[in-house]
C-alpha cells in the first residue's frame, strides 16, 4: 500500500486482503475513524457558514473555484496508484465533461481543446477498463501513458486558457521528500 492510500481507500485496500489479523484490524478500524472524521469536516467546510464561508460558496466563486476543480483535477491525473484507477479516470471525465457529457471545464474551453481533451478522456478511459495492473499493483503502460498525456494537456492548455494558478501538492510528485 502506498503513502498516499490513507483513510477510506486504506481501509478498502486491506478489505480486499481478508481475512484480517489483529494489527490489521487495528489499523482499518483506526483509517475508518480517520476517513469518518474527514468526511465529517469535508460535511462542515461545504455546509456551516459558522465556519469561514463555505466551500460550495468557495467553488461558486469564479476566481477560486475554477482553480480549485484544475488542481483537483492535476491531482487526480497525478495520482499513479492503480487502486480504483478506473473510478478516478471517470472523475477526470466528470470534471472535464460533466456527468451528461455538455458541461464540466469543457464547457468553458475552445471547440478544438475540448476535443483534444475528449480524445485524451476517452483513451485513459479505455486503457483503464482495458488494461491489467502490472504485477507491482502499477497502472498498464497505456493506462500511464493516457495519464500522462492528458495531465500535459491539462496543466499546459486548460490552465493557459483559463488563467488557472496552479498549486502543488504532496501526491503531485512535484515537491520535496
Known sequence: MGADTRGYGAVLTLLEQAPL??????YANAATALAESGIDAVTAAWTDPDDGEPYRDELADPEVGIDAVVNHLL????????A????????????????????????LLDDDLTAQL?????????ATRDGEAAADDEPSEAALA???????????QVVAELGVTVTFS???GDSAG
Open 146 to 156: 493516457a495519464m500522462n498525456e492528458l495531465r500535459a494537456t491539462v496543466a499546459t
Open 21 to 26: 489479523d489483529e494489527r490489521q484490524c487495528d
Open 118 to 126: 475528449r480524445t485524451e478522456t476517452d483513451e485513459l478511459i479505455s
Open 75 to 82: 491531482a487526480l491525473l497525478a495520482n499513479k496508484d492503480a
Open 84 to 107: 480504483n484507477l478506473e473510478a478516478r479516470s471517470n472523475s477526470v471525465e466528470d470534471l472535464l465533461f460533466g456527468p451528461e457529457g455538455d458541461s464540466g471545464l469543457s464547457a
Open 170 to 172: 504532496d501526491a503531485d
